[in-house]
Every structure is written in structure tokens, then in C-alpha cells.
């Protein structure tokens, strides 16, 4: 490291003078014999609201219009306000200089000729409610976190900065002529961090994200604390502050709304707000972080005294060489397997600006973080029904072909290849009028078997198959008993297909597309009807209108039944065949997204949990994004997770 560090005291005469002639005081008036007091502060540069560097690295601040001072005031010893709100009107000659008018008409101090005044102030105005306001213990806070809104610019100084006024004492018997002058001073010392890299630095420019101050001696931050307005700051006694429950900070970190360039050419410099304080040599630690979380860390030798109302400038010159690397983020899947309904957990440790996590399940892949997915759509299926009638309990089931030529006969049916998938669908359900009272009728609510993903069924050409429901009737028996009910005989069951519909949907997209839906009218063709083929066996004389009837029930226009003679003499068989349905084409989804542990802006979790709601074997990646001086790097774990029932 190229040390060259300047450690420079600036008394920076913040105390302020009288109030030039050239600007007119505002006068407030009352009813009556009383007469307002009056407020002014001026004089050269100070540490309040608009801050600017003077070529000798000092401060330069003036008023700002609606910036607001708190008065506390006493007569003869009481309270004779508190805690009272004043607005600063800075003069257009010079901004360093203002006068004070009460911002609350009712809470106005007034000059009392025959008491002993006091007066305290401080800035910047805070109302107090939850406690009674006391000028021995006002309330402050001097954060441990600081942000600084630009590079090189103390504007946010006054945010953190605490300004109390030299007590005004005023003997009993003083005639109110002219205003009361305070004299401010800044109760914290103001720090000025100067930096600039080595001339060999590889980076035309670093970007710092935080620049922090640790101590093993003193408070550098009092995030809760009370001082005491009565009392004059005494640059070279202890302050008159009491720290809160929570006790000081012994770090002061600083960070930036835009990250800090630091280049080879010139100091950029960074200002905290510290609390005053002694530390011995070899207590006061720097700690500089760059964009990607390595550190540049530098314990100073001397001893550091930071007095009230002082700006102390430290330059350095740092070397690319001492960042050293900290906080690598690092993620871990300690079990690589789990049941579905069950968490997957995710250990990290270290820092990532960002960190996702990809399932492996369609939509989630890391495989396609950088490239598009053609995506197939999901097909579903769904049917209600109800029986009616008999005892053969199982009268249809539901088959797919994909070889099936669409000839509408017995024989071109069955010289297909069907494949039967009722065992997806719940089909078990009672008869009305064996196991019920009542028969099916226009109010009947029907059963639902079930919503069913067919998408393997669509392997015909052109991804397309055909579905049906066969029906089977056995001859009738009267030797046959239904061991449900002891019921005598195995008559005829009616199946009744109330709805039916399949459904193409892209996982990537919220709505479907129904590509078959119930509907049948009697007497007319239509190719998106289905079509009923009844079996050879089936004759006029004994099966009449039974085979095959459409109803309108309520909320269902179009009920379909398939039936026989009740006490059939032979095996009766019938169809109803779908239409040729065709699966629509993959689409170009684009590319998978992960899900998000953490954004920019979130705090970094030590664990994320996963449900996965499918078994399957599945490959998980968990990606951390960090910035580094190159640019950003991506860590990833990739690891195969096995997920069962």
C-alpha cells in the first residue's frame, strides 16, 4: 500500500456573528401590551443546510428557506415554552445569515421585561410525542448508516448533523430591542474520507458501494442519545449527551445512492457524520468495499481525536492489489431428495446481489436460462356421468386410439388398436334406481370422473388420436345376485354422458383452448358431434329406442345415453367414438424464468425451501449473481434431485 495520509484539523469558526444592516429584520406583533421576541442567526460560513468545499477544505453552509429551528424558553427558571418550532428566513444578500419566525402562531415566545429569560435552540426541528419536551434531555439520533446522495458532494450532511445554540440569558429588567442573536454550533464532528487509486491500478475507475469506520475505543454513531441545550459545547470537554438503552455504535459505515468512482486521477471524496471522541493509536479501523464485496481494510497507527464542530479531511491513495475478497457466496443443497408435498432446502452463505433458484420443472429449467423452449401444450380431459337402472356396474369405459381410421363401423372400430384408460377417471359411482330410491331424472346431479391430463394419448399422425366410450352389456342372467344390494339378476345399467370436454392449455399461459366440447343435436350432421356405432347384436325388436337417446337435463342441454333391452338374450356392444382430435402445435414460449431468493434491494435469506408438486427427477440450479470490478459472475450449483410420492 502507498501510504500517504494527511490528518487535518480545521477550526472552522462556526460560531456565528450579528445580523448585517443591509437586510430588515421581520417584526412580529401581538395583541395587546405583549411584544413577539425575536430570533436571528448570521454571520460566516456554518455547518447547516447547503453545503459547499472552500478551497482550504473547509465547509461552507447556508440557510435554506423553511428550514426549521426548535426554541426552548424560560422565565425565571419556568418553562415558559417548549420545544417551539421556528422557520429560518435567509437573507438575499447572504444565505449564512437569517431571521426566525414562529411557524405556529400559538406557539409564540414573548418578551417578558420583569423575569430572567433563557433561550435554547437547536437544529433541525423534530416534534417530539413521545415524551414531555425538556431542554436538558432533547432527543437526537446519529444514525450508524449514513448514504450520501453523489460522489463528492457533503448535501447530505445536514440529515445526520445536530447544530445547538449558546445559551441566551437574559437579565430580568432588559428593554426588547432588536433580536435575540444566536450562535450555532455543529455538535458532530464532520469526517472527509479522500481517495484515489495507485497509478497502476488495471480499472480506469473502481466503483465503491461502502466505506465504513470501526472502532475498539469509542461511539462513532449514537442512534439513540439526549443532549442537554443548556449547556454551551465546549470543543475541549465531554459533551453534554447521554446515550441511549441501546448504547453507541462503534461503526460508522457510508454508503452511496450511486456508487462511488474512484479513478487514478483525482480524490473522490466520502463525508460521514461522527460522533466526538478520543481514539487511542491502532483503534480506528478503515474499511473500504468495492462493487463486488472485496474490502480494502487499513488500521490507522496514530491516535484520532474527532472534536464537535470540526471537519477533519484523510486522504489515501489505495491499491487494487489489497481489496481482499470476503463474504463469497457459496449456496449448498444438504438432501438431494424429497417427497412431493415436502420442502427441498437451500443453504447460503456469503453475499449475492441477486440469487435464483430453477427447479428443473418445465418453465423453471436452468437448461433454458439462454435459450428459447417450444413448449407443448398440456391436454386434458373430463367427463360427468351418471348410471341408472340394473346391476352391471361397470358398463363403459374409455378408450383411446391413434391408429383408429375414422370408418364409422363395428368392424373398423374394433380392427383399431384402443387403449383403455378408465382407471384414470373415477367411474365408480352408485345406480339411481338400485341403490337409490329414485331414478335419474331432468334434476339429477351428475358425477364428476375427474379431470385427466391425456396428453400422451395424441401420438396419431399429426398428433392426433380418437376417444370413445365402449359399452358392454352381458346377457341377462337371473342366476346372478348384486352383491351390493342382493338384488336378483344382472339387468341392463344406462350410461349416461351428461358432459364431456378436452382442453389444450400452455403451462406458460393462464387461459385454454377447448378443442372438443359435448353437443348433439338429433337429425343433424355435424363433424364435431360424436358418433354413436351400435354393435351387430343389437336388434329393433328387442332394444327398441334403448341403444342410444339424447336429453336435456338442467344445466345439461345435451345428455347422451347409451342402454340396451333391460334382459338382453346376448352380449350387446356399442360406440361412441369423439371426433378425431389433434393436439395443437408447440409454441416458442421463450426463454425460463427462475424464481427469485433474492432481488437487489432484498436481504439475503441463510435458507430457501422448494415443494415440488410432482415426482420426478429433476435438475436444480441455484445461481448467484455478484458484481465484480470485471463485471458481474455468475456461481452456480447444479444438482439432481429426486422427488417421490
Known amino acids: 500500500m502507498t501510504n500517504r495520509i494527511t490528518f487535518t484539523i480545521i477550526a472552522a469558526s462556526l460560531f456565528l456573528a450579528a ?15 405583549k411584544q413577539a421576541v425575536l430570533f436571528s442567526a448570521g454571520g460566516t460560513a456554518t455547518t447547516r443546510t447547503e453545503v459547499g468545499t472552500n478551497d482550504d477544505r473547509t465547509l461552507s453552509i447556508a440557510w435554506a428557506e423553511a428550514d426549521e429551528v426548535g426554541i426552548y424558553g424560560r422565565n425565571d427558571g419556568r418553562s415558559s415554552g417548549d420545544n417551539y418550532a421556528y422557520t429560518a428566513t435567509p437573507y438575499k444578500s447572504d444565505a449564512t445569515r437569517c431571521s426566525f419566525s414562529a411557524s405556529d402562531s400559538y406557539e409564540l415566545f414573548t418578551w417578558t421585561k420583569t423575569a430572567a429569560q433563557s433561550y435554547y435552540a437547536y437544529y433541525p426541528y423534530a416534534k417530539i410525542t413521545d415524551r414531555t419536551p425538556n431542554p436538558e434531555a432533547h432527543p437526537f439520533s446519529l444514525p450508524a448508516l449514513q448514504t450520501q446522495s453523489e460522489g463528492n458532494s457533503p448535501a447530505h450532511i445536514a440529515r445526520y448533523g445536530l447544530m445547538t445554540a449558546a ?11 432588536g433580536a435575540i442573536l444566536f450562535n450555532f454550533a455543529n455538535v458532530f464532528s464532520i469526517v472527509e474520507l479522500r481517495f484515489k487509486m495507485t497509478a497502476d491500478c488495471a480499472l480506469a475507475s473502481v466503483p465503491v458501494k461502502q466505506v465504513r469506520l470501526l472502532s475498539d475505543a469509542a461511539a462513532l454513531a449514537i442512534p439513540a442519545g439526549t443532549i442537554d441545550l443548556t449547556r454551551a459545547i465546549d470543543p475541549e470537554a465531554e459533551l453534554p449527551v447521554v446515550i441511549g438503552e441501546g448504547g453507541g455504535s462503534q461503526s460508522l459505515a457510508l454508503t452511496f445512492d450511486t456508487n462511488l468512482a474512484v479513478t487514478k486521477t483525482d480524490y473522490a471524496s466520502a463525508y460521514l457524520v461522527a460522533a466526538p ?9 478503515l474499511e473500504v468495499t468495492a462493487i463486488d464485496n472485496s474490502i480494502y481494510g487499513y488500521t490507522i497507527p496514530e491516535q484520532v481525536v474527532l472534536r464537535p464542530n470540526r471537519h477533519y479531511t484523510k486522504s489515501y491513495e489505495l491499491s487494487l492489489d489489497e481489496f481482499v475478497l470476503s463474504d463469497e457466496f457459496e449456496a449448498e443443497i444438504p438432501v438431494l431428495s424429497c417427497k412431493v408435498g415436502e420442502p427441498l432446502t437451500v443453504s447460503m452463505t456469503g453475499i449475492a446481489d441477486r440469487v435464483d433458484f430453477w427447479s428443473g420443472e418445465e418453465g423453471h429449467d436452468y437448461a433454458y436460462a439462454e435459450k428459447d423452449r417450444m413448449q407443448e401444450p398440456d391436454m386434458t380431459m373430463n367427463f360427468m356421468m351418471l ?32 387403449t383403455d ?11 339411481y334406481g338400485t341403490d337409490t330410491k329414485t331414478t335419474v331424472g331432468a334434476s339429477t346431479p351428475p358425477h364428476n370422473a375427474g379431470i385427466v391430463d391425456c396428453s400422451e394419448w ?53 387461459s385454454y383452448t377447448e378443442i372438443y ?32 337417446r339424447l336429453f336435456a337435463y338442467t344445466g345439461y342441454p345435451y345428455v347422451l345415453r347409451l342402454g340396451a333391452a333391460f334382459r338382453p338374450t346376448v352380449d350387446k356392444d356399442s360406440y361412441l367414438v369423439m371426433p378425431k382430435l389433434t393436439r395443437p402445435e408447440a ?44 463485471g458481474e459472475k455468475q456461481i452456480l450449483l447444479r444438482k439432481s434431485v429426486t422427488v417421490t410420492e
Open 421 to 431: 384408460v378408465s382407471d384414470r377417471f373415477d367411474m365408480t359411482t352408485y345406480i
Open 458 to 510: 395424441f401420438t396419431g399422425q399429426g398428433n392426433s388420436c380418437y376417444i370413445a366410450f365402449f359399452y358392454h352389456i352381458d346377457k341377462f342372467d337371473a342366476n346372478y345376485t348384486d352383491p351390493e344390494t342382493g338384488t336378483a339378476g344382472n339387468g341392463r345399467t344406462y350410461f349416461y354422458s351428461y358432459d364431456m370436454w378436452v382442453r389444450a392449455q400452455y403451462k406458460s399461459e393462464s
Open 587 to 630: 409454441k416458442n414460449v421463450g426463454k425460463d424464468s427462475p424464481f427469485v431468493i433474492k432481488g437487489s434491494d432484498d436481504e439475503q435469506p441463510a435458507s430457501y425451501q422448494y415443494t415440488f408438486t410432482a415426482p420426478g427427477t429433476y435438475q436444480v440450479a441455484v445461481v448467484g449473481t455478484v458484481t465484480t470490478l470485471a
Open 19 to 33: 445580523c448585517s444592516q443591509d437586510d430588515t429584520m421581520p417584526r412580529e406583533t401581538l395583541p395587546g401590551e
Open 387 to 418: 348410471l341408472n337402472s340394473g346391476t352391471q356396474r361397470r358398463p363403459a369405459k374409455v378408450m383411446y386410439s391413434t391408429d383408429f381410421d375414422g370408418t364409422m363401423t363395428q368392424e373398423g372400430i374394433l380392427a383399431a388398436t384402443w
Open 167 to 177: 445559551p441566551v440569558d437574559i437579565p430580568a429588567g432588559t428593554v426588547g430591542e
Open 517 to 548: 366440447r359435448q353437443k348433439y343435436v338429433d337429425g343433424v350432421s355435424d363433424p364435431s358431434y360424436p358418433t354413436f356405432v351400435q354393435g351387430s347384436t343389437f336388434s329393433s325388436s328387442e332394444d327398441e329406442k334403448n341403444p342410444f
Open 277 to 285: 471522541g478520543t481514539h487511542p493509536a491502532g483503534t480506528l479501523r
